[in-house]
Every structure is written in C-alpha cells, then in structure tokens.
C-alpha cells in the first residue's frame, strides 16, 4: 500500500514563503504525475499545481508567478514553494499523485492534508 505525507503547513504572515512538501513511501514502481490541490472553507478542491514525470508543469492562475512544484524522484517526494503569499491562499493543501505498482496498477493516492493560514 502506497502512502502519502504532507509536511510543511502552518501560519505565515502575507509577503512571506513557505514550502510543503509530500512523500510517498511504499511498492512504488513509478510515480506518473505530482498534483498539489488545496481546499479552503466553503470552497470547492482545487488544482494549485501540476507536475507530470513527462511534460511541463502547469498552474492555476491564482498562484503563477508566486508557486513553483518541483520534485525529487529519488525520495518520490514533491514540493511545492510558495512565495509573496496572500491571505487568500489559506487552505488545507492536498498532494495526490499517481502511481504505478506491480500489483495493482496505477491508482491515484492522496496525502492528508496540511493547512496553511496566512495571516494579513
């Protein structure tokens, strides 16, 4: 079984930076894509930022410019660096990512989530 951890999320001040990170851990054969979502109160999940193990990665408009995701394949850990943050990114921050194992294919996972408030 494939499991996911957040880390990272907490209280920051608006102008500053944070990064969060999210580890995989299990019979990971290969890791196809590394999506951050977030999730803030009353509003709908998110995609904040895309990362495919081929290709580009992508952003929502909201956070381009200020968010960067970027991966370390050898610990299948991804990371999402968020700069200039605005009292409208508080959230609860999801990773979910796409993996292939031998015995079941591939399956997306999800981590927990880590809330991330930012203060004005």
């Known amino acids: 079984q494939v499991q996911l951890v957040e880390s990272g999320g907490g209280l920051v001040q608006a102008g500053e930076s944070r990064k969060l990170s999210c580890v995989a851990s299990g019979n990971i054969v290969v890791i196809n894509t590394m999506t951050w979502y977030r999730e803030a109160p009353g509003n709908q999940r998110e995609l904040v930022a895309y990362?495919?193990?081929?290709?580009?990665?992508k952003y929502a408009d909201s956070v381009k410019g200020r968010f960067t995701i970027f991966a370390d394949n050898a610990k299948n850990t991804v990371y999402l660096q968020m700069n200039a943050l605005k009292p409208e990114d508080t959230a609860i921050y999801f990773c979910?990512?796409?993996?292939?194992?031998?015995?079941?294919?591939?399956?997306?996972?999800w981590g927990q989530g880590t809330q991330v408030t930012v203060s004005a």
């Open positions: 979910s990512m796409n993996i292939y194992q031998y015995q079941t294919g591939r399956q997306d996972y």
């Open positions: 990362l495919p193990r081929i290709g580009s990665s």
